[in-house]
């Protein structure tokens, strides 16, 4: 079983829609981050949470430490949000464990 | 904003022959991180450093090795290359005493022939 388990593995998009990927873990964690990498392999960091709620432009990302869980909102999604979107979680023993990513297709 | 930087951005090398990779990090980062990604895999943890010492080890092989030096830049050094070694090889720096968020490199794209 997988440290870091996401859902879904794909997902495709109208333009305009609200979107939501899923993330849960099973180890204590130190902080959770949300990764994009687009086509050609580019890996960008959007977001870093230890609790809480962040918010960035149209993306969001919530945490629920007592569930393990995190989840990231896409609002009003744009074809160049088009992307593998990744989980990964730092644990306590400062190890990284990553999610297999949702590859997310915004159609126009 | 300084990011890390990654060199070189591509490397072609024949088998059996070595590598060297270079990343530095981010001003004030003192921990570093290496990943490997296949074609169409996930990324995978080799190694990383916390103040020049070794501070985790994943599946990396005993072909590589790597070390981080007094400027926190980080080297990984990879020989007898195999053909299965070509991927992209991704940086990370992020600051452990500050607890910040960590940046990854553009990476390095690494084909074996």
């Known amino acids: 079983k997988n440290e870091v388990e996401q859902s879904p593995q794909n997902l495709t998009a109208q333009e305009g829609e609200f979107i939501t990927i899923n993330c849960s873990y099973s180890?204590?964690?130190?902080?959770l981050h949300w990764l994009q990498q687009h086509p050609g392999g580019g890996i960008v960091s959007l977001f870093m949470?230890?609790?809480g709620k962040k918010k960035h432009g149209r993306l969001i990302a919530t945490i629920n430490i007592q569930e393990k869980h995190s989840s990231l909102h896409i609002t009003a999604s744009h074809p160049r949000d088009s992307a593998v979107y990744i989980c990964?979680?730092?644990?306590?023993?400062?190890?990284?464990?990553f999610g297999t990513g949702t590859s997310l297709t915004v159609i126009p | 904003a300084a990011g890390v930087i990654q060199s070189p951005r591509h490397l072609i090398k024949e088998k059996r022959e070595t590598a060297t990779l270079k990343c530095y990090p981010i001003p004030r980062h003192d921990t570093v991180y290496w990943y490997q990604q296949g074609p169409g895999q996930d990324p995978q943890f080799l190694i990383s450093f916390y103040e020049k010492m070794q501070s985790d080890k994943g599946s990396i092989p005993d072909r590589f090795s790597a070390q981080q030096f007094s400027d926190y830049h980080s080297e990984l050094n990879m020989s007898s290359l195999e053909l299965g070694d070509s991927a992209l090889y991704f940086c990370?720096?992020?600051?452990?005493?500050?607890?910040?968020?960590?940046?990854f490199g553009s990476g390095t794209r690494l084909t074996v022939v």
């Open positions: 990370a720096s992020s600051s452990w005493d500050r607890g910040s968020g960590y940046t």
């Open positions: 990964a979680v730092r644990s306590t023993g400062n190890q990284f464990y």
């Open positions: 949470l230890s609790s």
């Open positions: 180890v204590g964690i130190s902080a």
